[in-house]
T-cell receptor
């Protein structure tokens, strides 16, 4: 079936450290892929997206590359800040279920000064 | 421009009661989707409305229903509340399909069933 697997959290990093949050998915075809971020007490915000193989989505220093061969969409940032502390969700768009985003379980990131 | 507005922000209800949650999408957005977020199950899709028609539905019992009005505002209703319905309910709007535009989410309604 269709599913999304994210790296388990919480992930704790020091400021300016390198961040990777792994995401792999199973789906029919080549879905558009998204990363969303949820700050405490708020709804989800779109962080970045990629719509086809080898596309790289980027925003606010975060990047993710659509890897068709490994069905992955790992999120990276070269130097995290305390303000990046949040929960991050990977989400493919699934056509074959009427069209909807399916979210991973979320990865909590905590950045210490 | 105003974001997605959900009301109320917090709600406490008793088992067996019913509840209605409201969502006003971003102006011009015709698609509204609803998700339930819980610590155990994460984010689960409830349904999507587009131009007053339900376009897609998740795997929730019939106690969960929704509708969309001509101004794109949407409501969801949960009847005969159960303790397990306690969750954050998130509404999201989109200009077209989420595939092309992604969603813009509201801050959610926190429902507690006691």
């Amino acid at each position: 079936g269709n599913s999304v697997t994210q790296m388990e959290g919480p992930v704790t990093l020091s400021e300016e450290a390198f961040l990777t949050i792994n995401c792999t998915y199973t789906a029919t075809g080549y879905p558009s892929l998204f990363w969303y971020v949820q700050y405490p007490g708020e709804g989800l915000q779109l962080l970045l997206k990629a719509t086809k193989a080898d596309d790289k989505g980027s925003n606010k220093g975060f990047e993710a590359t659509y890897r068709k061969e490994t069905t992955s969409f790992h999120l990276e940032k070269g130097s995290v800040q305390v303000s990046d502390s949040a929960v991050y969700f990977c989400a493919p768009y699934l056509y074959n279920q009427g069209g909807k985003l399916i979210f991973g379980q979320g990865t909590e990131l905590s950045v210490k000064p | 421009k105003a974001g997605v507005t959900q009301t109320p922000r917090y709600l406490i209800k008793t088992r067996g009661q019913q509840v209605t949650l409201s969502c006003s999408p971003i102006s011009g957005h015709r698609s509204v989707s609803w998700y339930q977020q819980t610590p155990g199950q994460g984010l689960q899709f409830l349904f999507e409305y587009f131009s007053e028609t339900q376009r897609n539905k998740g795997n929730f019992p019939g106690r969960f229903s929704g509708r969309q009005f001509s101004n794109s505002r949407s409501e969801m209703n949960v009847s005969t509340l159960e303790l397990g319905d306690s969750a954050l309910y998130l509404c999201a709007s989109s200009l077209g399909t989420a595939e092309d535009y992604g969603y813009t989410f509201g801050s959610g309604t926190r429902l507690t069933v006691v």
